[in-house]
């Protein structure tokens, strides 16, 4: 009796998704994107405007709570409809994973660089956002996320119809090469996200330099651009 994996095929086939799907999508997104902007911002202003104590954890309770109680920040959705689909990730003081198998620690928030990682499943819909937050920040730090952001832009411009996943990996260190920035080529993770729908992350659609399943019209992507272990210049 031979066994065969079939899993990239039902990746490939539950890749595409339906006008249904897609808007499905589009509002676990909105939510998503709205605890992050009603839910997580006022909170950290705060915490860094009256220089409160928490710690990452506990601000992270306080997030999933959102997501999974909307109306706390007085959006009408129901609460059976939605779940967090995973426990938020909140980093800060120098100690950064950007893999999404990242915890949020137990110690206090440091006001220097945060990053906050969240994600709302609507209906059985997953969606996904990241931020980076700046305080007075190094210049080289500064400027090294700019290059980032424009990365991000390139990779973006890589979604198209046909061509093959790695082409968005690829897009980036393009663009790192192009802009004199080839030295941080290195600090990339080993790949720039993955698809997402009911499942948060697909592990056959992964946006690595070598993955080459095509890209079709339907497809969702959770796109998530970084740098690891960038040394800071000391001038």
Same mark, same amino acid.
């Given at each position: 009796?031979?066994?065969?994996?079939?899993?990239?095929?039902?990746? #490939?086939?539950?890749?595409?998704? /339906?006008?249904?799907?897609?808007?499905?999508?589009? +509002?676990?997104?909105?939510?998503?994107?709205?605890? #992050?902007?009603?839910?997580?911002?006022?909170? *950290?202003?705060?915490?860094?405007?009256?220089?409160?104590?928490?710690?990452?954890?506990?601000?992270?309770?306080? *997030?999933?709570?959102?997501?999974?109680?909307?109306?706390?920040?007085?959006?009408?959705?129901?609460?059976? /409809?939605?779940?967090?689909?995973?426990?938020?990730? *909140?980093?800060?003081?120098?100690?950064?994973?950007?893999?999404?198998?990242?915890?949020?620690?137990?110690?206090?928030?440091?006001?220097?660089?945060?990053?906050?990682?969240?994600?709302?499943?609507?209906?059985?819909?997953?969606?996904?956002?990241?931020?980076?937050?700046?305080?007075?920040?190094?210049?080289?730090?500064? /400027?090294?996320?700019?290059?980032?952001?424009?990365?991000?832009?390139?990779?973006?411009?890589?979604?198209?119809?046909?061509?093959?996943? +790695?082409?968005?990996?690829?897009?980036?260190?393009?663009?790192?090469?192009?802009?004199?920035?080839?030295?941080?080529? +290195?600090?990339?993770?080993?790949?720039?996200?993955?698809?997402?729908?009911?499942?948060?992350?697909?592990?056959?659609?992964?946006?690595?330099? +070598?993955?080459?399943?095509? *890209?079709?019209?339907?497809?969702?992507?959770?796109?998530?651009?970084?740098?690891?272990?960038?040394?800071?210049?000391?001038?």
């Amino acid at each position: 009796r031979e066994v065969v994996d079939v899993a990239g095929g039902l990746s #490939l086939a539950m890749a595409q998704k /339906d006008e249904e799907e897609l808007d499905l999508l589009k +509002k676990s997104a909105v939510l998503t994107n709205k605890v #992050l902007k009603h839910g997580f911002i006022p909170k *950290i202003e705060e915490v860094i405007d009256q220089e409160i104590k928490i710690a990452h954890d506990t601000l992270a309770t306080d *997030i999933e709570s959102i997501i999974e109680d909307p109306s706390k920040i007085k959006l009408k959705v129901p609460k059976e /409809d939605v779940e967090s689909c995973y426990f938020p990730i *909140i980093q800060s003081g120098g100690n950064f994973d950007i893999k999404v198998s990242a915890q949020s620690s137990s110690d206090n928030i440091a006001y220097d660089i945060i990053m906050v990682s969240l994600g709302a499943r609507y209906k059985t819909y997953c969606s996904n956002i990241a931020r980076t937050f700046l305080i007075d920040p190094p210049k080289y730090v500064s /400027d090294t996320y700019e290059t980032l952001l424009a990365l991000q832009n390139a990779c973006v411009e890589a979604f198209v119809p046909g061509r093959p996943l +790695k082409a968005v990996y690829a897009a980036a260190v393009d663009y790192l090469t192009s802009s004199g920035n080839e030295p941080l080529v +290195k600090h990339l993770p080993k790949n720039l996200g993955f698809a997402i729908g009911l499942d948060f992350r697909d592990p056959v659609l992964l946006l690595s330099a +070598k993955n080459t399943a095509i *890209i079709r019209s339907g497809m969702v992507f959770n796109l998530s651009t970084g740098f690891s272990n960038v040394e800071l210049d000391d001038a």
